[in-house]
């Protein structure tokens, strides 16, 4: 799918008002306003021509944000700027801050961005800004999610590149087609640095980006994104220097390598080819050591083993572990570099004389085969000792409510997601191998200093490491500290420890996360709620289905849980979606790739009600349950998507005022009022109701009496309050299709066409006393 529009150097005479005339002809709508993300490094000369060519091609309420690396006065030249018009806004990440090169910082804007639809261009008008409102033209006339500026299409041009550098350009293009075949195979700039995506479409915590090439990384990892192509000419950057250097070549080489291999398979990889190097090196030095110095081959070999290992440290340290160096000075990584080769040293020693003197072979050879054999070994103790991971921090931000740091990356909490907080309300960190209660007591539950004032809480299944366990200070800053198998199981660290906890820590903050779904008309919210497994995900994906037209108004805030404040304030509380073969079927443009599909077979089963069923007939034996529980979801995940997977053209909203509340259950046909005591009595229900698994039901009620304090009247009270004045209703319904009822009542009128004959139905309305 491509669009064949041409830049070239004098369609930029053209005037603002008919470039997005133009464009927006061609689409026949509005153009969506655009955040403009523009890494930046040393570009002082760069900034004021740029703004001067972007500014006017912008949609109104659209933004430019600078991600700057700089060392001169090109952070002062945006601020200058920035101070003169309010849709300028600068990020500037001072050294030591600057992770993952000219990636990392698009990744930061990422995160930054204010709009749904964002933008990537470099700052030295090689990129012609006059070109923006074409890209969100195409993006709208062909439905597509990524649209790329390409200087390969059709009429499309690299003028701007010099012989040398368009013919690398062109390698990089060819080795990245051939390394992905499949999924490049209709693209022709998988290298351009000027395209337009989605921002909701991204699954920002899978982006690794390294170095240049951010756009291959969003390729290769969202294969589900529909791409169209913009041809245009590449100019002549308009001052200052390239960043392009052969670092960068090495470094995209890698990038390469982890994208097709993966990143410890890619690191391998390199640090074989080093230590092929190494080995030609260390043949050289033995063969010096025993033919010209006339030491015996043992001997030898330590000589060829230290020569080796200087060698193989210095390209390993630059190309291997480029990423890794910050934690060990340079000579403490060589000493222990060489320090393990030398004990490697005495492993092969045996080894050589074994191949050598006993079996015969030629010492050039055995050495070879030696070297070869502790190749995977060396390899293990330079990952874990000598360039080891660093343990990256991820932190959230729930609408400045609370704030959590975690040591695992958690899915759930990922539209929360922030680059840092200072002091966090929560921590999470990953224990070491010593568990907090005794070994085979299983569901062991202990409290300090009692269970009337409790302060720390710990639970333990008895197996160590290996099992679940956690222990949390419930007084703020809350620390939880998890075991190391739940660093594995993500999904289960955040349902079954931090959830709950994050359910009281609201209430008091003046907050409930109540268990149900939230769609909105305008500021007017609807709370659907339901017991576990009824069907809450299905009809609110139905409702959001039809909700197709730009006259429309229906949005989504959350599926699973809503934040509600006293006064009617509804906050989004947007998890992905925990979906099945029947959800998917409910919603025909969902965007999952074929393999997703196929693993909805496996997954609809495990994670079904049925599943949940005999996972509940577990928790009443004196079974290990959590660690079953831990193992089954580390080994099959729950099928998650976030909404915009499902529903491509949803609409999100951040907040509302509570309208009304619907519970809906399955049974016979009846609808009728509730009163709002009973109203609230249900929508506390199925909020207990939610997390009846282990442990929750063994420490919830140290959980709600946090120093003494008495968390239920708390949120009960907040509820309560927030449910004066709302309509309430029962749904119940034998054919699962409440979604019709709601939309009507609602008034989402999209609907109506839909639903006319449906509203002729009987409908049984039942007394109070009825329930």
């Known amino acids: 799918m491509t669009t064949r529009v041409t830049t070239r150097d004098r369609s930029l005479a053209i005037t603002t008002e008919t470039a997005l005339a133009t464009a927006a002809h061609a689409t026949g709508h509005t153009l969506p306003a655009v955040s403009v993300i523009i890494p930046t490094r040393n570009e002082t000369e760069n900034i004021e021509p740029l703004l001067a060519r972007l500014l006017p091609q912008l949609p109104p309420d659209s933004e430019v944000l600078f991600l700057d690396d700089s060392d001169d006065e090109t952070p002062t030249r945006i601020r200058q700027a920035a101070a003169c018009n309010s849709r300028i806004r600068l990020i500037h990440r001072p050294p030591g801050s600057r992770d993952g090169g000219l990636g990392g910082a698009v990744l930061t804007g990422f995160r930054s961005a204010r709009c749904e639809w964002v933008a990537v261009m470099d700052a030295d008008l090689q990129h012609p800004p006059e070109l923006l409102p074409r890209l969100l033209a195409a993006a709208q006339l062909h439905r597509v999610e990524l649209v790329i500026a390409s200087r390969y299409r059709d009429n499309g041009q690299a003028s701007g590149l010099h012989l040398l550098r368009l013919a690398i350009s062109r390698a990089s293009t060819t080795v990245a087609r051939l390394a992905f075949p499949l999924r490049l195979r209709n693209v022709t700039d998988p290298m351009s640095g000027f395209f337009l995506v989605r921002r909701t479409q991204l699954q920002l915590e899978s982006l690794r980006p390294r170095g240049f090439k951010v756009l291959l990384e969003i390729l290769v990892r969202h294969p589900q994104l529909r791409v169209a192509e913009v041809s245009y000419v590449f100019g002549r950057r308009y001052a200052g220097r390239s960043k392009a250097s052969v670092r960068e070549g090495l470094r995209y080489l890698g990038h390469l390598a982890t994208l097709r291999l993966g990143e410890e398979r890619a690191r391998f990889a390199g640090f074989a080819a080093v230590g092929t190097t190494g080995l030609v090196v260390n043949t050289l030095a033995l063969l010096a050591f025993v033919e010209l110095g006339q030491l015996h081959y043992l001997l030898g070999a330590a000589g060829a083993t230290l020569v080796s290992s200087f060698w193989n440290f210095t390209f390993t340290d630059k190309l291997v572990f480029p990423d890794r160096r910050d934690g060990r000075r340079w000579t403490t990584r060589l000493s222990l570099f060489t320090a393990a080769n030398i004990a490697g040293l005495l492993v092969r020693g045996p080894l050589l004389v074994l191949l050598t003197s006993i079996v015969g072979i030629y010492y050039l050879l055995s050495n070879i085969l030696s070297l070869g054999a502790l190749a995977v070994l060396r390899f293990g103790i330079s990952t874990a000792w ?27 909490l990922d539209r929360f997601r922030v680059d840092q907080v200072e002091r966090p309300d929560i921590t999470i960190e990953i224990g070491g191998l010593r568990s907090p209660g005794p070994l085979a007591r299983f569901g062991w539950v202990d409290v300090a200093p009692d269970s009337e004032q409790p302060r720390r809480i710990r639970y333990d299944d008895g197996l160590g490491p290996f099992g679940f366990w956690f222990e949390a200070d419930l007084e703020f800053p809350i620390r939880i500290t998890a075991s190391p198998a ?13 959830e709950p906890i994050l359910r009281w820590s609201f209430v008091r903050r003046g907050y409930a996360l109540v268990h149900a779904a939230c769609i909105a008309a305008g500021d007017r919210a609807t709370l659907v709620t339901a017991r576990t497994d009824t069907g809450k995900t299905t009809t609110i994906l139905h409702i959001l289905q039809h909700q197709r037209r730009a006259s429309d108004r229906g949005a989504f805030l959350s599926d699973d849980l809503t934040l509600l404040r006293s006064d009617g304030l509804v906050l989004s509380y947007p998890k992905p979606l925990t979906i099945s073969q029947h ?9 999952l790739t074929r393999w997703q599909r196929f693993g909805l077979f496996l997954q609809s089963r495990i994670h079904s009600r049925s599943g949940r069923r005999f996972a509940l007939l577990l928790a009443s034996t004196r079974l290990p349950v959590a660690t079953i529980n831990l193992y089954t979801q580390w080994l099959v995940p729950p099928p998650k998507y976030h909404i915009e997977q499902l529903v491509p053209q949803v609409r999100r909203q951040a907040r509302a005022h509570l309208a009304h509340i619907v519970v809906i259950e399955r049974g016979s046909e009846a609808a009728r009022p509730l009163e709002q005591t009973e109203a609230l009595h249900i929508l506390l229900e199925n909020g ?31 509820v309560a309050t927030a449910l004066q004045g709302v309509t309430c209703q029962l749904l119940r319904r034998p054919a699962l299709d409440w979604w019709r009822l709601i939309a009507e009542q609602i008034g989402l009128d999209s609907n109506r066409a839909a639903l006319g004959s449906l509203f002729t139905l009987p409908i049984t309305v039942e007394s109070r006393t009825g329930r």
């Not at 360039?387 to 409510?401: A, C, E, K, Q, V």
């Not at 959800?583 to 965007?591: E, R």
């Open 486 to 498: 739940l660093r594995h199981s993500p999904h289960v660290l955040y349902t079954n420890v931090l």
């Open 688 to 718: 207990d109701d939610a997390y009846g698994f282990p442990p929750y039901p063994a420490i919830r009620h140290l959980l709600t009496r946090p120093l003494g304090h008495d968390l239920t009247a708390a949120e009960r009270a907040i």
């Open 386 to 412: 000598i360039w080891p991971t660093h343990r990256r921090r991820f932190s959230y931000d729930l609408h400045g409510i609370l704030t959590v740091e975690s040591a695992v990356n958690l899915l759930e």
């Open 583 to 591: 959800t998917v079927a409910a919603v025909p443009s969902a965007q």
